[in-house]
């Protein structure tokens, strides 16, 4: 069984890449949301064939699930170029970063994910790269070394982060463009919603689309990570494959999968029983919620405080987070008094 178990999940891990990447757009015209940064990108696509110029290099920021890898993977369509792709924690040296750069075509495209993970050693070697498309290789050690300039050709760079703030100053300034992606409205997210059921071959009604959207956090990744759940629901459960999928059909599937009307799933809700029932409401620091929640830190701060922030769940202090009044509400317990007092009914 061990054996079977260790053939199979690559295979199960590829085919879960086909499916995401047969729902991303192929082009810059069929990108839903992010209207400004597209239009922005379609300009320099445009500029770079014209003057027959390797695109400027590129920095995504923003939250995650927002469409940085979709940008980046679109990119070398519009191009007609190929692209590569790592990310910042699997560049530990140097030498890690050596066969992306010399493999790539006049013109490619190198994505680096979570470009601020990347080490500042590795940061400085990619440097000369991004200004003069070369590398300094240094062969030998002490009095004995020498280095070796390499030639690359031209190639544009495209980082994705989550944390721009991390990033050194000298790195930021060396893309050409820097584009911050926002949340998606809901009825961007119905758009997509529709869209990629209609490529799964699901049929849809309308408002079941935006039920979908209302539900998914804003961002297209969590909202067709709720539209696999729906299809399988409909085609799983028991008289539910009956014709289209309904708005109460996505209810009946998004409640089973324990995602409530504010699209808050059963992490965020214990997060935010962490933060009142054990600490008070707060404020805490984020690291006294992971230890407690047995969750690092980076998953608390990337993936979850994000979405509860937005939306008003939480804020965040110079002494730490703090539950707000409507996550007290949500949960269905009494806010502290403001002198700090015990809440009682008749507050």
């Known amino acids: 069984m061990a054996r079977e178990k ?6 199960a891990a590829d085919t879960d890449r086909q499916r995401d990447a047969a729902l991303r757009p192929k082009l810059l015209r069929e990108v839903v949301g992010q209207q400004k940064v597209a239009d922005r990108l379609q300009i320099a696509v445009n500029a770079a064939k014209k003057l027959k110029e390797p695109l400027g290099h590129i920095l995504f920021d923003g939250p995650p699930g927002l469409g ?12 007609g170029s190929t692209i590569q792709m790592t990310s910042g ?11 992306f750069l010399t493999n790539l075509e006049t013109g490619g495209i190198l994505f680096i994910d979570e470009i601020h993970r990347m080490p500042r050693v590795v940061e400085e070697f990619i440097y000369p790269a991004m200004e003069d498309f070369r590398i300094d290789i240094v062969l030998g050690e002490g009095v004995n070394a020498r280095t070796i300039n390499m030639k690359l050709k031209p190639f544009t760079l495209i980082g994705a982060t989550t944390r721009s703030g991390m990033l050194s100053g000298p790195m930021r300034d060396r893309f050409k463009m820097q584009e911050h992606l926002e949340y998606y409205t809901v009825d961007e997210l119905a758009r997509i919603v529709a869209i990629n059921a209609r490529k799964l071959d699901l049929p849809m009604q309308p408002d079941a689309a935006v039920e979908l959207a209302r539900r998914s956090r804003g961002t297209p990744r969590v909202a067709n990570s709720r539209l696999y759940w729906v299809r399988s629901y409909h085609a799983g459960y028991p008289d539910a494959a009956e014709g289209p999928v309904t708005a109460e059909l996505a209810r009946r599937a998004l409640d089973m999968q324990e995602v409530d009307r504010d699209g808050l ?46 939306e008003q769940f939480i804020v965040r202090s110079p002494r730490g987070r703090i539950a707000t009044p409507r996550a007290f509400e949500l949960l269905g317990r009494m806010p502290p008094k403001p002198n700090g007092g015990p809440a009682t009914l008749f507050d």
């Open 89 to 99: 924690p699997a560049l530990s040296k140097p030498a890690d970063l050596l066969p």
């Open 265 to 310: 799933d059963k992490q965020d809700r214990r997060y935010l029983e962490t933060l009142i029932d054990v600490f008070g409401g707060g404020p805490t620091g984020v690291e006294a919620i992971g230890a407690t929640m047995n969750i690092a830190n980076d998953t608390l701060t990337d993936e979850i405080e994000p979405y509860l922030l937005r």
């Open 68 to 79: 940085k890898t979709t940008f980046a993977t679109v990119l070398p369509n519009e191009l």
């Open 6 to 11: 260790i053939l199979t999940a690559p295979a």
